[in-house]
């Protein structure tokens, strides 16, 4: 068994199906989200149906996920985000609003022969606080919250992986990370639909618990069909702009 681990789809339709072509390919049979499958992109509702389609083995909220789904008013936010979440909200409709709400924020699966491993979109020290995972010290204080052997995030959409074994080390995350028994890893699993380390392909990892590794991949998308729609449905231009630059 292989999963698929994407996070951060932000409603890109053209990229969704980009990488689960390619993880299909690998032999994925298995599906996971660490959230934000909402907001920015003009597809939310079809990425909502496609990935739940998917009985994924588990799914949690991201901000995102939360801003657009729970209705409160879009005080404090930059105009941009706040024109997407309200955008998003007028998509989808009431029943896929609530699935949103009631996700989970963090979530623990088990790979058979391998043992559990966590979801969490930003932080396991407090997950609902939205905090960043940038570097190797607010890695620690992740660390420090994780029982389990590996801990899959997203949230600032820039692939980095950590090992815990008698120090941390680890930093931006591409190729294959080989897993070693009695240590603990943090990975961040990249961006399907709006990716920020410069890098403008779609991102997603796949994760061989027989293997015991876990592969950045990397995805070339329809993304002028994507950057069309976001104009086109009135969003800001800035969100189609930045998708050729990842940034
Ligand atoms: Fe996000």
Redesign the pocket.
Known sequence: MKYAILG?I?GNLEALEAVLARARELGCDHFACI??IV?YNANPHECLEIFRGLDPVGVVK???DEYISNGEETIGFNPMAARAVEWTREQLLDEELEWLAELPYTKICTAPGFGRFQLVHATLDHPEGWGYILDRFTAETNFEYQHFAICFV??T?IPVAFEKNNGIKGGPFSGTLQLERNRKYLVNVG?VG?PRDGNPQAAFVEFSPEEMKVTLHRVDYDMEATCRKILSADLPPRLAERLAVGR
Do not use: K, L, V, W
């Open positions: 951060d932000h959230g934000d907001g991201g901000n995102h997203g949230h959409h961006s709006q």
